[in-house]
């Protein structure tokens, strides 16, 4: 019912936003919606989104299976804190929406990151992540970047100000991405931590 419930928010959520984002102007649609894919906030959220309900509605096929595997939803767990974070230390202050804007985006950045948190804590098994998986994790914020630069390049759109490297040069804007990556790393040796800590309780006998 959980993950149902929440698989449902994060398409109400996505298919909001991608109407705000087209109805600014509905010629532009291929430009926008490729625009539209290019936020971290918005792939972030398709992977909550999936996490949520894959393993649902397809539980015994592939794809289910692997979103319902430990790793991957811790991973998730690990971009969607980041983007809660990010966005309210880094963002918030930059942006202030009203009316279906503030609503979706309240639901992009607060509500599906903690539903994805809470679910990892509740309901995912303990004790099978490793030490090395923060540093796999990475792949993805990785290759979102990579993708950032080139599609920057080539239109000069960048979707976060940090990553904008006509104004703040390639130099600079590396940095901000490269101390982004760290923030990764930590959170995701967070995540093990508590994965481990959990599983250590999980297996103590209660006490007479």
């Known amino acids: 019912m959980w993950r149902g419930v929440f698989a449902l928010v994060g398409l ?6 991608y109407g705000l984002m087209i109805g600014t102007d509905p010629g532009r649609i291929a430009a926008l919606t490729l625009n539209f894919f290019s936020f971290f906030t918005i792939l972030t959220n398709v992977l909550v989104m999936l996490a949520m309900l894959l393993p649902v509605v397809a539980g015994r096929t592939g794809a289910g299976r692997a979103m319902a595997s430990p790793g991957v939803r811790a991973a998730v767990t690990m971009y969607a804190v980041v983007v809660g974070l990010v966005y309210h230390f880094l ?25 994805m948190l809470i679910d990892w804590l ?26 950032t630069l080139a599609h ?57």
């Open 12 to 17: 109400f959520a996505l298919g909001l936003q």
């Open 152 to 208: 920057g390049l080539v239109i000069d759109w960048w979707p976060y100000w940090f990553v904008n490297v006509t104004e703040l040069g390639l130099a600079k804007a590396g940095a901000y991405f490269a101390g982004l990556l760290v923030f990764f790393l930590i959170v995701g040796l967070i995540v093990v931590t508590i994965d481990r800590a959990l599983a250590r309780r999980d297996r103590t006998p209660a006490s007479a």
């Open 122 to 147: 509740a309901f995912v098994p303990r004790g099978q992540l490793t030490w090395r998986d923060p540093a796999r994790w990475l792949m993805f914020p990785l290759a979102y970047g990579g993708w």
């Open 91 to 115: 963002l918030h202050a930059t942006w202030n929406p009203q009316g279906w804007a503030y609503v979706v985006n309240i639901l992009l950045h607060y509500v599906m990151p903690s539903a």
